[in-house]
């Protein structure tokens, strides 16, 4: 198969690096950034639930060769994160009550158990760590406006995942991982219908929970961490059920 340009200049990139590198070490890498860049995309949730992911556009925006993508796609559906089509396609999975209510229930308990893990393993340089990370979101709010999607996806994550991996579960950190890769969807609609509707800051969960962290407040944290984790999901739950009653009126 004829190999894309970029691909080329990964390998010889690579293998300058190491003498002893050879070239299918090279095509790995390149499979594995294809799919790093791919599951990166949906777990910060730059596409719609319902889009069509097709291997021939995504590898011309990669710049790399289909098969990479194809690879990448395969490993993405057997983790629930994208479906399979019978046009061969594949999609980012509509939102549906069930779906919505199972991830949501999962979410909750799954990651309520890492900030249980992750209290008494936290220092203050942790601390100081989730309190830095919630001011850069502020400030990212505060003087961007609207137009800061995927800045503010990337500090959540850094947030959550910073509280996470003081829990010392990489078992559960790698069941955390996959349940924000089938969330992705979710957390950008919610993300649309709070920037519509207004309410509570985005991060006055976050100071919650860290002050029930600072305290060492089980129960407080855990609390704050579900009404974190309940917002979203409650806000696309509330659309749903809008445009059910708008169905059964006008239907």
Known sequence: MKRARGSKETEASNAGTDETTLSPVGRETMHDRVYAKLRHSLINGMFDA??????VDL????QTSTMPVREAL????SEKALEALPNRS???PLITRSRLDDLARARTLIEGQMVLLALPHLTREDLAVLRQTNLDCDAAFEE???DIGQVTSALNYRFHFHLYSVARSPVLLSIVESLWLQSGAIIRQ?????DAQGGLAATDHHWALIAA????????ALQSLTNDISRS????????????TTEVRYG
Do not use: N, P, S, T
Not at 59 to 62: G, N, P, S, T
Not at 190 to 194: E, L, V, Y
Not at 213 to 220: R, W, Y
């Open 50 to 55: 319902g889009d069509v992911l097709r291997i």
């Open 59 to 62: 590898a011309e925006r990669l």
């Open 74 to 77: 395969g490993r993405l559906v």
């Open 90 to 92: 594949v999609r980012v």
């Open 144 to 146: 961007h406006g609207r």
């Open 190 to 194: 919610a993300a649309q219908i709070h």
């Open 213 to 220: 962290l600072e305290a060492g407040d089980a129960d407080k």
């Open 233 to 244: 999901f409650d806000l696309i739950r509330g659309r749903l059920e809008a445009q059910e």
